[in-house]
């Protein structure tokens, strides 16, 4: 890729949408800023500019080319893009993670839930889902059996995602074999130690979680279901709909993620998900950073 066409990139909105993801240029660069202080001490600019390497890892993350088509188009080598993919990941999630995926006071909801929230669900804090990407089958046969998605009916890794009321991304788990129940991936991360009593969170009918949201003080609520009876009365049906109108959101947000960011589609590559530091793999890294840039654009929630 010629340095030109990153210019043209870097100076055109709608070319940065195409290439990144990022709505603007004014992001890219309000992304860059951020990233700068850090990038100087643990990245040398050699082949590439560290605005060019940014781009790249951002171009990666949108279309998931591989790693010599990189290489073919920046002009360096094949090792050179797998440096810097990984180095530009590990900044990105280690400086902003942690302040850009974050779960917002009650009071800062508040002040800013949409109408089709405060109508019917005033307390609700957020919205939950889980969703899976596909991944390569495992050499290992006891690895293909845990990767073993039924529902799916492939190899995939499952995260367990949560966004406010307006849309922003509250809550990304780490990454669980596709065999792990929901219940059991809510267990054992740390969404539960977030509620607090009052809490509302919206969910599928599947999300068997309402006890454990409970002992939070905390309340779960999810779209009516028939159980023994042959069908729901009327006041099941309305709640349900009401519920469907909001949860909605949560399908959107993971629509766009997907849409968004072809690495979010698969399949991952198997060497991504070994686990390093405290049991995060390196695909955990790039589903979080894959958050932080949904963040940084505007919600696709309406605010009314």
Not at 14 to 41: G, Q
Not at 250 to 267: D, S, T, W, Y
Request: net charge positive.
């Amino acid at each position: 890729m010629d340095k030109l066409k990153i210019e043209l990139a870097t100076g055109s909105d709608y070319w940065m949408k195409t290439y990144t993801s990022l709505n603007t240029c004014t992001l890219f660069e309000s992304l860059f800023r951020a990233l700068e202080p850090a990038v100087a001490n643990s990245i040398h600019a050699q082949a590439l500019s560290y605005r060019e390497q940014l781009f790249l890892t951002l171009l990666k993350l949108t279309h998931d080319m591989t790693e010599d088509d990189l290489a073919f188009r920046f002009k360096i080598s094949q090792s050179t893009v797998s440096r810097y993919f990984q180095k530009w990941i590990n900044i990105i999630d280690q400086r902003l993670s942690r302040r850009m995926i974050h779960w917002p006071s009650r009071d800062t909801l508040l002040l800013t839930t949409p109408i089709c929230f405060r109508t019917n669900f005033r307390n609700a804090v957020c919205v939950v889902d889980c969703f899976e990407v596909q991944t390569q089958i495992p050499h290992i046969p006891s690895q293909q059996c845990a990767t073993y998605s039924s529902y799916k009916s492939r190899n995939t890794i499952k995260y367990f995602i949560g966004a406010t009321p307006q849309g922003s991304i509250s809550f990304i788990s780490s990454g669980y074999v596709g065999r792990t129940s929901d219940k059991h991936i809510v267990q054992d991360s740390e969404f539960l130690s977030k509620l607090i009593p009052g809490d509302e969170v919206l969910a599928d009918k599947g999300f068997r979680i309402a006890e454990d949201v409970g002992l939070c003080g905390a309340k779960l609520t999810t779209p009516a279901f028939v159980k023994k009876k042959s069908q729901l009365t009327y006041r099941e049906t309305e709640h349900s709909r009401k519920v469907a109108n909001v949860r909605i959101h949560i399908e959107r947000i993971i629509g766009c993620l997907r849409m968004r960011f072809r690495m979010l589609v698969g399949p991952v590559n198997i060497s991504y998900l070994r686990c390093h530091v405290n049991n995060v793999s390196f695909y955990d890294q790039i589903v979080s950073v894959c958050c932080v840039l949904a963040n940084m654009n505007p919600s696709v929630v309406p605010s009314g």
